[in-house]
C-alpha cells in the first residue's frame, strides 16, 4: 500500500557520473531543480544526488512521502521517460550501484516505508570520460526539467 503523509517531503534524488558526458543528467537535473525550488520558496522538496544508489539511500526513502529518482538512459525514448517504480528485491554482489527498485525494496524491508515512486530516464547519447554533455543530451535534459518542474508543482 503506498501512502503519502502530506508533512513528509518529496525526494529528488539524481545520480550518474558528471565525468562521463551524459551520465551525469540525473545530478545536474537535481542540481538545477534545487536552485529552481529555492528561487521559487518551495517548500516539502528534498535534494540529493550520488554517483549510485547504495542501501543507505533506503532511509532517505523512508523519510519522504514520495520519490523521484533521476538518471541518464542509454536506452529508450527521447528526450526522456517517467515511469511508475515498484518495489523488488535483487540478489547483488554488493550493496553497491543499486537499482532504484532494490533501494525500494530495503526502505520497505527495514523501515516498513512504501512511498510511491518514478523514474525519470533522461535519453543520454555518449558516455566518454571527461567530455562535455552532448548537445541533444543538453536539450532533453531541459525537456525533463520542464516536465519535472511542472509535476512538482502538482503534488505539493
Known amino acids: ?10 525526494l529528488i534524488y539524481g545520480y550518474g557520473n558528471p565525468g562521463r558526458q551524459d551520465d551525469g543528467l540525473g545530478v545536474a537535473l537535481v542540481e538545477e531543480l534545487e536552485t529552481w525550488a529555492k528561487a521559487e520558496g518551495l517548500s516539502g522538496l528534498v535534494f540529493d544526488s550520488n554517483y549510485q544508489l547504495n542501501a543507505e ?11 523521484v529518482f533521476i538518471d541518464a538512459a542509454k536506452e529508450g525514448a527521447a528526450p526522456f521517460e517517467f515511469r511508475r517504480l515498484e518495489p523488488r528485491a535483487e540478489i547483488a554482489f554488493s550493496t553497491h550501484a543499486m537499482s532504484p527498485e532494490s533501494v525500494l525494496a530495503v526502505a520497505a524491508e527495514l523501515y516498513g516505508a512504501r512511498p510511491p515512486a518514478w523514474l525519470l530516464a533522461i535519453r543520454g547519447c555518449a558516455w566518454e570520460p571527461n567530455e562535455a554533455p552532448t548537445p541533444a543530451a543538453l536539450a532533453h535534459l ?15
Open 57 to 67: 539511500d533506503a532511509l532517505a526513502v523512508a523519510e519522504s512521502r514520495a520519490v
Open 142 to 156: 531541459v525537456a525533463a526539467g520542464n516536465f519535472l518542474r511542472e509535476w512538482l508543482r502538482e503534488r505539493r
Open 1 to 10: 500500500m503506498d501512502i503519502e503523509i502530506p508533512s513528509l517531503p518529496i
